[in-house]
């Protein structure tokens, strides 16, 4: 089973709201990664979390805020986000970070932000 | 800036035939590839990695690497409809903690 689920599918939130994005994998894997991708573009990484610790983050603006409460579920906190941050928010995951590990892509959240 | 570079396409061919796209990167202490189909709208699945120079095959697919000219390909052998798809070409940093750097994807369509 190599299956890493998000929630929700689909979110429209205004420039003032805050909501969160959920993802959870249920193989032991270690490391959990937050993906963005705009349309016709390829995904961009914004954080890697290896044992439950956030080892990468790529430069990320702070109204992105991720969270790893166990090594099944990673969140990622959003406020007070800008229109050009509508795209879809891929959740990953792998064995562990290392360079040779697969990552497997969750469905995605569509987010657009109005 | 470490790059992945891929012709973005379209890339035509018709049912049955063999496709083939490709892959360059820039950071030669590169040491992990991947193969990741993405249908519109969906999420990226992955159809094959590769971490040594040569070929290795899997059913329909066959991901080639050469390291001295830091190029990764993949072929579609017996091509069908069903594999019209955006395929990006990823390449894991060389660094601790993995940071897959992804190609801009070719667009490959499959016509009966």
């Known amino acids: 089973d190599t299956e890493v689920t998000q929630t929700p599918k689909h979110l429209v939130m205004g420039m003032t709201n805050k909501k969160s994005l959920k993802c959870e994998q249920h193989?032991?894997?270690?490391?959990m990664y937050w993906y963005k991708q705009k349309a016709k573009k390829p995904p961009e990484l914004m954080f890697v979390?290896?044992?439950?610790?956030?080892?990468i983050n790529e430069s990320v603006p702070s109204r992105f805020s991720p969270e790893c409460p166990n090594s099944s579920l990673l969140n990622l906190h959003l406020h007070a986000l800008q229109p050009e941050d509508s795209a879809l928010y891929l959740c990953?995951?792998?064995?562990?970070?290392?360079?040779?590990?697969?990552?497997?892509f969750g469905p995605g959240t569509r987010l657009l932000v109005l | 800036q470490k790059e992945v570079e891929q012709n973005s396409g379209p890339l035509s061919v018709p049912e049955g035939a063999i496709a083939s796209l490709n892959c360059t990167y820039s950071?030669?202490?590169?040491?992990?590839f991947f193969w990741y189909r993405q249908y519109s709208g969906k999420s990226p699945e992955l159809i094959m990695f590769?971490?040594?120079?040569g070929d290795k095959e899997d059913g329909r697919f066959t991901a080639q690497l050469n390291k001295a000219s830091q190029y990764v390909s993949l072929l579609i052998r017996d091509s069908q409809p069903s594999d019209s798809a955006t395929y990006l070409c990823?390449?894991?940093?060389?660094?601790?903690?993995?940071?897959?750097?992804f190609g801009k994807g070719t667009t490959l369509s499959v016509s009966s």
């Open positions: 990953a995951s792998s064995q562990t970070s290392g360079s040779q590990e697969t990552q497997y």
């Open positions: 193989m032991g894997h270690r490391a």
């Open positions: 979390y290896s044992y439950e610790k956030l080892s």
């Open positions: 950071d030669r202490g590169s040491q992990s």
């Open positions: 590769i971490y040594s120079n």
């Open positions: 990823a390449v894991a940093l060389n660094q601790a903690g993995t940071a897959l750097i």
